[in-house]
């Protein structure tokens, strides 16, 4: 789908994710725990994950979107 980043502004792309992902954390406690996300929760756990390894959605995108196709979606999202 259809992936950007506030580290890349104004550049988007296709990028393949799972659907459903569980990720293992700790929370500010240092306790485990896992959580699942689903679709865009899923996407965003993997976008962010990724970061932490210094990878960037452009390395993993399918391809990029070209300044036209951006507008079109940014119109076609009411914004």
Same mark, same amino acid.
């Given at each position: 789908g259809p992936e950007?980043?506030?580290s890349?502004?104004?550049e988007w792309g296709e990028v393949t994710r799972p659907m459903k992902v569980t990720v293992k954390a700790q929370n500010r *406690? $240092? *306790?485990?725990? =896992? +959580?699942? $996300?689903? =679709?865009l929760c899923a996407r965003a756990f993997c976008h962010e994950i990724d970061h932490l390894h210094g990878v960037v959605f452009t390395d993993k995108t399918?391809? +990029?979107y070209t300044p036209e196709e951006v507008e079109a979606m940014k119109e076609n999202? $009411? $914004?």
């Open positions: 950007g980043c506030l890349l502004p104004d *406690k $240092g *306790k485990w725990f =896992e +959580m699942t $996300g689903e =679709e399918n391809r +990029m999202n $009411g $914004g």
